[in-house]
Structures are given as structure tokens and as C-alpha cells.
């Protein structure tokens, strides 16, 4: 059910209860004459009041509100019906056994839940007062929420405020529906809701309604127990109606009198409601983790021997980040830097994709079941959260349909260059800080709010993408791109709405910088002038998508073929489009269907954009030999940019597409007609299965050499020494990395797999800069014929060895280990030690 038809449906039923209510449980003493219409104030009570309090009520009432007929009314749930003297105050009963409940159901009573709805659904005002019998807030404090409520503005204004129907939740001036007393001091939440870590404690200790929405909100409610505030407010939001909230002082007295006289809160009871309030929330997030465990299972299925086939190097390299950052921060090193690989320059961990962000935090999750570990974890709960971050954004900005944003969700995060980029690329993957920025930037855009300014949201704003930085700079990059297309793209459709919202999120963003850059200025000094740091990175001529990579579909696409994949992109973990042509196709129809919606327009705009940008700086056309200029072009020099794999905005169109998708369900599933929900879902369908993911394939793992794990190593590699394995390891082969993270970086390594500097303009290459015996290493190892050794070449070997700082010369056994041997033996000029499984020469100082 949409919100509006929702709040229809409630208020229908509050007419209907209202009577029920009144004529089967109002307990008022007989003097007086009842006023029958509606009233001014309705203060509503889900406790027994003293008599006292009933007095200072109604002399505040009458000297607030005034004292003729249809003023004001106070309803008193489970109250003495000899307390009331008048008939504007009103004693309400719930649950009497004998079935005259307003909802005719058969639930326990008792609870705060069941008390609030009586008296609310039992009121006639205009605006709705909820407090407590205590009077923990004084009632002086009403005119305060009277001047935000906008008195007189009710109705159904503002009911439909989603970016997919133009409007943003609350935006244009809308009064609010509620406005909420905040205390500074914890009273509120002792009287109400627990505070429990992933739930809002929002309570209605104090609070003003306008009453026709009350009555629709808590008419809607099914909690009977403290939980009742939360469910209430969460079904206010998702009408797109606006909550307030005003600070106000602590009152010493009050608190004692409250704190003395208010009952405990049954915190069990609290928490199975807020369970069963957010059970389907809780059912995607699990729907979620088992869609990522299906990716990821064959690496759950053996951690210890299994490796993801499609990775090329990337597994190695990333399981290497993890251990280096923990080694570094466990031995209080500088977390930013290494020299245990890349001898003797080292590494500079910021410049690379180490993701400090989530490895800082798994330590001890490192420490105690080891890096592979950590690195299933954070493929398998970050795709999962992601996923879930993307259904928050889209449930509370585009649709109210839970099952719909799920669909989106799910597509976000699992879309065909997510699950390619899940082979070894944990930065493309755990993407769950860019819905929050997103929707913290939308938040700026509908300007400051009561008791929400800009300051507060440009300081959030500021911490997550801080935060995003240390865990992927470039995901960050090219999500602020698409952020700034559809900026533009909104200017376009909707002029008025975007110069308006250019001002305080300008303001805004000020903030955010002023928060962002002193927190990131010193780690990102070091990446670009701090050791080891470089320019922009080599990617090739081939590192724009083919057109034909658009609408083909992906290795591990339930439909996809990885020979023509393979063809069309990088690599198996660079297939940065493959949407295939039902999906978008179905993305198109859904954007001429709803094309009057401005903000649908705006994204067809950024995904078109982030498509053609993905192209590349050129474009060759399929099946011709033409190739034309490409809009990459223009940006392929600037500064950043320049180190950006321009396939990869491609991926912009991911959460575009899941959007579509989620505004087109939502629409489906209220149509009137049977049989267009059923054709709209068969469209959907068709356009979901092709591109469903299949589990990543997996290899056995390369074993470590018995030298290594024995610990035999040691005796020939001595402190401040490297490591040389044969082949040194590069891009191609890195199985020399995990066996360092085996050796809990006891030694250090020649070569490595890393992006570093090049040459004296500092060009970033992958890999350390090559050297004369390396390049011969790995030729020979591949299959090149070992040159005639003389004096030349073993020169050039002592070189190259005494530059990298060589303790010992490994050779483990694999394909051609006799060719190999052969070579090195005649360089060095000796017989290799055998040890174990591999061969050794020591090379260190001393040795001929």
C-alpha cells in the first residue's frame, strides 16, 4: 500500500474506531455537558493521573488554550473515573475482555502501545499533545512545539514527497506532521524505548501532533508495547510527512517527580517489539548475507586451500595489505609505509589500495584466524552491507514498497561489474559508505531544518567520506562524478528546485571540507609527495569499455559467455559494464514510462553521461576499422582523473539501474489490474535473470615451500636482508606475497606486486621497477632460452643483487626450475644449497 492510500485507509479507520472508542469505554463522570465537534488541543495521557496533576492540568489548559467549549480536551487512559469532575477530561479504558477494543482484535492489553492508540484514535483535536502523567516536561514548553507545528496547516499536504515523483521527504516548506519534544538529559528514553545499539530512540514522551495524522499514524500501529513510539515515527517518515524536533531544558524537578513515579520500562518487551518492528528489514539483511555467502561459497568451502580462480594476482596482494597493516600497527610502525616488499624503496601503503579503513579494524579478527579470513569477511559482509545500504537509501528517498528496495539493493551491489570486481578488488566492492554520502548530500539539499542545520549535516558529511577515503579514494572519485552529472542533470530538468538546493548544499560542502581535509591532509601529503608516491598510473590504450561490452553479459552472468567477456574487457576482474541488453532495455522503458518524473529524467541523463564516459578517450566501432574521439578525452589530464580506469564509470549506472528498477516495481505493484502486475513482474524478470550471479570459481591454492613454514628460511636471510624469489614476483606472479604472510613478515622481498614509481617523471607502473636480472628471470621462467653466461651478465647479477639488499636466492620447484637453476648457478658462479623443496644461494654480504 502507498503512503498516501495508507493514510487514507488509517483515517478512514480512526473515523470509524473514534466512536467505538467513545461510546463503548468513556468512563466520565456524568456532571457537564459533552462537546460533541471537534476540539482546539487533545492531550492524551497513557496513565492514570493524581488528582493533583489533573488540577494543574486544566488550570494550564484553560489559561493556555482557553476554557470555551471545543478548547481543549484531556483523555486519560486507564483512569479513576471518580477523578473526573468535568466533561472535557475523558477516562479511557483498554481491554476490558469483553472484545469493545477500537480494533477488534484479540491482543493482550496492558502496554504503553495499546494505551497510546486508544486515547489517540479517542481524540477530536486539531493537534494531538502526547505526555506522560508525570509531567516529566512541563506543559509551558507547549508553545514552543506550537510555533514549529504551524497550527491550522493539516491535512494531506505533502503526503507524496519521493525523488520519484519530484519532491524530497518534508522539502518545499511543508509543515511537519509531528514535532518532538528532546530532552538533554536520558529521561525520555527511560520512559520510553531502551536504547539499543542499530535502532533509532526516538520516543513521543513529548510530543505534538496534527491531529488528523496522529490519528492515521497510530491507527496504522500494531505494537501494543514501548516500541510503539518507533513504529509510529518510521510510518510517519515513510509518508514523506516531516518530523521536527526542538531541544528543550532539563527541569531538575520534573525529572525527580518523574524519575520517582514512572514505572519500569519491560526493556524484554521493548526488545522483542522493536525485533518484530524491524523484521522485514532484518529479513532482507539476511535475504542479503545469503546472496553474498552463494557468491563467495566455494572460498568459505576451503579458506585454507582455496583460491578465487579470476583474481589473477589480486587475492595474493590484498591478503598482503591486510597482514602488512596489521604487522605495521601491531609493531607501532607507520601504517602508511613499507620495505617489505619493493626492496629497498619499500611501498607507500596510501598511494596503494589498502584499505585502512576495514583492515585497521579487522586486526584482531587477522590475529586470531589469519588474513585469508579477514579477506572472505570483508568480500562477503561488505558486498552483504552494501546491498543493504543501497535498499536504506532507496526505501527512504524513492519507494515505500520494502520488497521493491530490496530489488534495488540487490542490484546495486550485485550487478555484473560488482561481482567481477569481487574476485580480488575488496574497493570496488564494499561500497556501503556511498548511499550514506549520498543521502546525507540529499539531506543538504533540502536545506536546515528544525534541529537539524547544515553545520550538522556538512559535519557528517565530512566524517563518512573521510572515512570512505580509507577504505577506496577511487570508488569515492567516481561516485563524486556521477553526484556532479546528476547535479547538472537536475539543473537541466528542474532549474528552479536545483538553484535552490545549490545554496545550502554549497554551505554545506564548506563544512565538510573544513571537517574532511585536516583529518585526510597528512595521509594524503604522504600519497602523492611522501615516499615512493607517483603521478597518475599506466592502464593502456584498451582500458575504455567496447560498445559491445554495454549490452553483452559477464563471466559469471548466469547468461554470459567468459570467451566473448574476456574479449570485450581488461581482465576477468576489469568487466566493468556486461548490464546485457534486457536489462537495459528494461532501464529505457522504465524511464519513458515515468519520464514526467524529473528525477528519472535526471538519471537517464547520468547513467547516459557515465556510459559514454566509459568509453574511453577513443571509440572504435564494432565490426569497422573506425575509431572516434571519445568524450574521456577531456578528462584524461586532469588531475586525479588521470589514474582512473575510465571502464570503471561504467559502474555509476549500477545503483541508476537499481533505482529504475526499484520505481518500477513500486509501480507495478499497485496497479489496479491483475494482469499488468503480472506482465510488469514478467518484464522485470526478463530482464533480472540473464544477469543473475554465479558463484566465483576458485582454484587450489599454490602451496608455500616447507622452507618457508619450517622456518628454514631464517638461517639465510638475515635482518634488513631480502628475500629473492625466482621468479621475482610482479603483476603476473605473486605467490612470493602469501608466502611472506605465512612467514608473518619475518623477511623482506625483492620485486612485488604494488603500484610504485617509474622513471624520473614518476610514472605509476604496477610492480617494482624492473631490473636487468628480474626481466631475465621471468623471460626464462616462461619460456625464453637462458642467454651464454659471461663476465657481462654476472656483473649485472651482482649489481642487481646488492641493489635489492639480496640475503638469499630462492628457487621453489615449478615448470622449467632446471633451466632456471642452470642460469643462476652460472651468474653466481656456485652449486644452490638444497633445503626442503627449494633451492638456495646465499648471496649476503661475505659470500663470494
Known amino acids: 500500500m502507498s503512503g498516501e492510500s495508507a493514510a487514507s485507509a488509517g483515517q478512514e479507520n480512526v473515523s470509524a474506531d473514534r466512536g467505538n472508542v467513545s461510546a463503548g469505554q468513556d468512563e466520565r463522570a456524568p456532571a457537564g455537558t459533552r462537546w460533541l465537534g471537534t476540539v482546539g488541543l487533545s492531550v492524551v495521557i497513557p496513565a492514570p493521573v493524581p488528582e493533583q496533576t489533573l488540577a494543574t492540568l ?19 487512559v486507564a483512569g479513576d473515573a471518580a477523578a473526573a469532575a468535568e466533561p472535557r477530561i475523558r477516562l479511557i479504558r483498554v481491554g476490558d475482555g469483553d472484545g469493545d477494543r477500537h480494533d477488534g482484535d484479540s491482543r493482550a492489553a496492558g502496554g504503553k502501545g495499546a494505551a497510546l492508540r486508544a486515547g489517540v484514535l479517542a481524540s477530536t483535536g486539531d493537534r494531538v499533545l502526547l505526555t506522560d502523567a508525570a509531567l516529566s516536561t512541563p506543559l509551558d514548553e507547549l508553545a514552543r512545539l506550537e510555533e514549529v507545528l504551524d497550527p491550522g496547516t493539516g491535512g494531506d499536504q505533502g503526503t507524496d514527497r519521493h525523488p520519484g515523483t519530484d519532491g524530497h521527504p518534508g522539502t518545499d516548506g511543508a509543515p511537519p506532521a509531528v514535532v518532538l519534544g528532546r530532552s538533554r538529559n536520558r529521561l525520555v528514553r527511560t520512559l520510553g524505548i531502551p536504547g539499543i545499539p542499530g535502532f533509532r530512540a526516538d520516543t513521543c514522551a513529548f510530543a505534538l501532533f496534527d491531529g488528523d495524522r496522529a490519528r492515521a ?7 501494543d508495547g514501548p516500541a510503539i513510539d518507533a513504529e509510529v515515527l518510521r510510518w510517519v517518515r515513510r509518508q514523506g510527512w516531516h518530523v521536527a524536533e526542538v531541544e528543550l531544558p532539563v527541569h531538575r524537578g520534573h525529572t525527580r517527580t518523574a524519575v520517582a513515579s514512572a514505572p519500569r520500562p519491560d526493556r524484554r518487551r521493548a526488545l522483542g517489539d522493536l525485533f518484530r518492528l524491524n523484521a522485514g528489514g532484518l529479513a532482507v539483511a539476511a535475504a542479503f548475507i545469503a546472496l553474498s555467502l552463494y557468491v563467495f561459497h566455494g572460498l568459505w568451502a576451503d579458506l585454507d586451500g582455496a583460491y578465487l580462480a579470476d583474481a589473477l594476482q589480486d587475492q595474493n596482494q590484498w591478503e598482503w595489505f591486510v597482514g602488512v597493516t596489521t604487522d605495521n600497527i601491531t609493531h607501532l610502525r607507520n601504517p602508511l609505509f613499507t620495505l617489505s616488499q619493493g626492496m629497498p624503496d619499500g611501498v607507500n601503503l596510501m598511494a596503494n589500495a589498502t584499505m585502512l579503513g576495514l583492515n585497521v579494524p579487522m586486526i584482531p579478527v587477522t590475529l586470531l584466524f589469519g588474513e585469508t579470513v579477514t579477506f572472505a569477511l570483508v568480500l562477503t559482509l561488505g ?24 530489488a534495488g539493493g540487490a542490484l546495486a551491489a550485485f550487478a555484473p561489474p560488482m561481482v567481477s570486481h569481487a574476485n580480488g578488488h575488496p574497493n570496488f566492492v564494499v561500497l556501503f559508505m556511498i548511499p550514506l554520502i549520498i543521502d546525507r548530500a540529499l539531506r543538504l539539499c533540502e536545506g536546515p531544518r528544525e534541529g537539524r542545520g547544515v553545520t550538522r549535516d556538512g559535519v557528517l558529511l565530512g566524517l563518512f567520506a573521510t572515512y570512505q577515503i580509507f577504505i577506496g579514494e577511487e570508488p569515492l ?50 600519497q602523492f609527495f611522501g615516499p615512493q608516491s607517483y603521478h597518475s598510473v599506466l592502464h593502456g590504450d ?9 549490452i553483452e553479459f559477464a563471466s559469471r552472468s548466469l547468461f554470459g559467455d567468459p570467451e566473448t567477456a574476456g574479449k570485450l574487457s581488461l581482465n576477468t ?41 566509459s568509453l574511453g578517450p577513443w571509440v572504435p566501432v564494432p565490426r569497422t576499422e573506425i575509431v572516434l574521439p571519445g568524450p574521456w578525452r577531456l578528462m584524461i589530464k586532469l ?17 541508476i539501474l537499481a533505482i529504475l528498477l526499484a520505481l518500477a516495481l513500486d509501480r507495478i505493484l499497485r496497479l489496479p489490474a491483475r494482469e499488468l502486475r503480472t506482465l510488469g513482474l514478467l518484464g522485470a524478470a526478463a530482464a533480472l535473470i540473464p544477469v543473475l550471479p554465479l558463484p566465483l570459481n576458485v582454484r587450489d591454492r599454490a602451496p608455500v615451500p616447507a622452507f618457508i613454514t619450517s622456518g628454514d628460511w631464517k638461517r639465510y636471510v638475515k635482518d634488513g636482508e631480502a628475500l629473492v624469489p625466482v621468479p621475482l614476483p610482479d603483476p603476473g606472479q605473486a605467490d612470493a606475497l602469501h608466502w611472506q604472510v605465512e612467514a608473518d613478515f619475518g623477511f623482506r622481498l625483492a620485486g612485488g606486486y604494488f603500484n610504485g614509481p617509474w622513471g624520473p617523471d614518476r610514472i605509476g607502473i604496477y610492480g617494482a621497477t624492473p631490473r636487468h636480472l628480474s626481466n631475465l628471470l621471468r623471460d626464462v621462467r616462461y619460456g625464453a632460452q637462458p642467454p651464454e653466461v659471461d663476465a657481462s651478465w654476472r656483473g649485472q647479477a651482482r649489481q642487481d643483487l646488492e641493489y635489492w639488499k639480496a640475503g638469499a636466492v630462492v628457487l621453489p620447484r615449478q615448470d622449467r626450475d632446471t633451466e632456471l637453476r642452470g642460469l643462476i648457478t652460472g651468474l653466481l658462479g656456485r652449486e644452490p644449497e638444497q633445503v626442503r623443496d627449494v633451492w638456495v644461494w646465499r648471496v649476503g654480504p661475505g659470500e663470494p
Open 477 to 526: 572519485l567516481i561516485a563524486a562524478l556521477g553526484m556532479l552529472v546528476f547535479c547538472l542533470a537536475y539543473l537541466l530538468v528542474d532549474p528552479r528546485r536545483a538553484l535552490a538546493a545549490a545554496r545550502p548544499l554549497g554551505s554545506g560542502l564548506v563544512v565538510a571540507l573544513a571537517v574532511c581535509l585536516p583529518l585526510v591532509a597528512v595521509p594524503l601529503y604522504w
Open 383 to 406: 558486498m552483504a552491507a552494501s546491498a543493504w545500504t543501497w535498499y536504506w537509501l532507496i526505501r527512504r528517498r524513492f519507494v515505500r514498497s520494502r520488497w521493491a528496495a530490496a
Open 58 to 76: 486544566r488550570a494550564h489548559l484553560d489559561a493556555h488554550c482557553g476554557t470555551g467549549p471545543g478548547a481543549w480536551e484531556l483523555i486519560v
Open 542 to 550: 584498451n582500458a575504455g569499455n567496447s560498445p559491445r561490452a554495454l
Open 639 to 655: 588531475p586525479l582523473f588521470e589514474s582512473v580506469i575510465e571502464g570503471r564509470v561504467a559502474m555509476v549506472c549500477a545503483p
Open 573 to 613: 576482474t576489469e568487466q566493468n559494464a556486461f548490464y546485457g541488453w534486457p536489462l537495459l532495455a528494461f532501464g529505457v522503458a522504465v524511464c519513458v514510462w515515468l519520464w514526467r518524473s524529473k528525477a528519472v529524467r535526471a538519471l537517464a541523463l547520468t547513467g547516459f553521461v557515465a556510459l559514454l564516459l
Open 217 to 223: 499514524a497510530f491507527g496504522a500501529s500494531t505494537l
